[in-house]
Nanobody, 127 residues
Framework: QVELVESGGGLVQPGGSLRLSCAAS????????MGWFRQASGKEREFLAS??????????YYAKSVTGRFTISRDNAESTVYLQMNSLSPEETAVYYC??????????????????WGKGTLVTVGS
């Protein structure tokens, strides 16, 4: 069992930055595939970024919509995954979720690929 708790959401101005955190417990996250998703009101949940292990080190993947603006990282010692978000726009107002997958999975992920979910943190982009 893996428990995930997101934090760091809030109100940010258009063009601003925010860093989300996901604290994991119950299992060493170094061999998990971790991902960030978001769901805006009335829309489907969408993939943002993921990080997974490989023999040559962690590898990360991003949705096209956030490539170059978002960065996923993790601190295995702290069992925490981060999502640095830059140049945010109002259309990115959503609940942001952290998710974990027990087995390795590279590339873009779908919601169905993940085994555990946090409850989400709300990010509002506006003035």
């Amino acid at each position: 069992q893996v428990e995930l708790v997101e934090s760091g959401g809030g109100l940010v101005q258009p063009g601003g930055s925010l860093r989300l955190s996901c604290a994991a417990s119950g299992r060493d996250i170094s061999d998990l595939t971790m991902g960030w998703f978001r769901q805006a009101s009335g829309k489907e949940r969408e993939f943002l970024a993921s990080v997974t292990w490989s023999w040559s080190g962690d590898r990360d993947y991003y949705a096209k919509s956030v490539t170059g603006r978002f960065t996923i990282s993790r601190d295995n010692a702290e069992s925490t995954v981060y999502l640095q978000m830059n140049s945010l726009s109002p259309e990115e107002t959503a609940v942001y979720y952290c998710a974990a997958r027990i087995s390795q999975r590279m590339g873009v992920l779908s919601s169905g690929d993940m085994d555990y979910w946090g409850k989400g943190t709300l990010v509002t982009v506006g003035s």
